[in-house]
């Protein structure tokens, strides 16, 4: 991606523009790691773990806060156009999305809470199976997607966007899993709800990095590919 | 249905160039930094001037080579490109203030509302009248503010009475938005206003003789910022009356001004846009290099 933003005359605004891509990867590094912890604890459920995933919600808080700053100096000093008008909106979009990834990655750690004490049931060990597949997507898809604002791919960045095409249905499925183990067991209805808002948080964090791929786009090619536009 | 193998399967993620053609059918910068034909759409449905194969020589240097451009009716076009370039001399030409520099020739068509301007059966006085020109420093005369506005309507007999001249001084300076700046100092030297004053005051001389066409040169590059906003609030304000062509180094000023952008280069029309589209998705690589300030 660097292929856009250097070759200024003035220097240093190759430098600050690479900087707002280095502020998405160490927010993306840093949401990875929180997927991964809320995905650890989703499997072997650990108060501590919970705790760590909630402490560094507060940092990827800041770094979105220092980004917008920083986007606002960027904005004020240079007056972007062009190619480096597109990075600034693309950057400013995305750390909106991956602090969205971060709030769902500590609802995943909420709900992982709730379910810590509660004996095991006959629905949880599949269940769990198939939402740590969705896990694993989600996961996939996310890092991915960040890794687009260092190494620019189109290829990656379309199969992102299919990603949450596949996560979509899955999603669909595994909620008509979960209500036919609920008319199966009624009493596992509170685990069942838990499960559905996991599901639906990891389909969530395949939207935004759908997202990110299409301000990927957006910032390299300058096509702006809203949610539907594109059909293959 | 028969399936084959050339066949693009829905799941597989599509190259962009297939994304490109359904989404918006070019890539923003579709032509490298060779290519010197002109991109985009230079041409105008409602044509006030029409260049057509505009060439200007320097003695044996050109200038500038094959234009072909419109100004519409009733728009403020931005003309912009690295020093050097052409725009200027281009810009000098809609009025044929080229015929003043010596060994300078142009050649091509150029036509205001469908009549030619160059030829010699052509008298430039009325010319420069109907397509007035405002340049980079304030020029006003060494005579009154007054004088400065009534030199033309007086030179081209526009007004039949000194009440009737009065009329044009006053209706000119307040279209200028300097009236209310000035009304109580009428006589009083032009030069002793402030730099962006006396650049209103040249506007309020230039739209005094009735122009159809107004042609600026870096009119706000003297000027600081608030006079700069005076200039452009004027200039959109302008627009509705005339129309506009304007040669300016601030990106941001032709971006904020103009409904049209033209790039140049090297004495090339490189790129023609609606503004938003220079300023966002420019699609020559030369406008994109220029206008992000990676050359020029």
Redesign the interface.
Known sequence: MNDIIE????RR?DGELRHLHRIVLDMGELIVIQISDALRAFHSPSAELIQQIKTREIDVDRMEVEADAEISRLIARY????????VVISVSKSVTDLEGIGDEAVRIACVVDELIGIPLSKMQTPVMEEIEGLGQLAISSISDAVGLFDLYD??TA??V??NHREMDGEFQSELRRLMSYIRDDSTDINLALNMALVAKSLERITHHAQNLAEYS?FEM?????REG???? | MNSTSDE?H???????TA??K???GT???SFGRDHRDTVGEALSEHARIQCRNVNVFYGNKRAILDINLDVARNEVIALIGPSGCGKSTFLRCLNRMNDTIPDCRVTGDILMDGAPIYGDSVDVVPLRAQVGMVFQKPNPFPKSIFENVAYGPRVHGLASSKSELGEFVEKSLRRAGLWEEVKDRLHQPGTGLSGGQQQRLCIARTIAVNPEVILMDEPCSALDPIATAKIEQLIDELRSDYTIAIVTHS??QA?RVSQRTAYFHMGHLIEVGETSQI????RHQL???Y??????
């Open positions: 070759g200024h005359t003035y605004y007056s972007p156009v062009g190619s480096d008008l597109r189109e290829k379309l199969r966007i299919e786009i090619e300058g096509i702006d590919l536009q594109y059909k293959p | 693009i829905p799941e597989e993620p599509q190259p962009m994304l490109r359904k989404e918006r890539n923003p910068i990106m941001q971006a300023f966002t998705q420019p406008t994109e290099d206008i992000t300030g990676r050359f020029g």
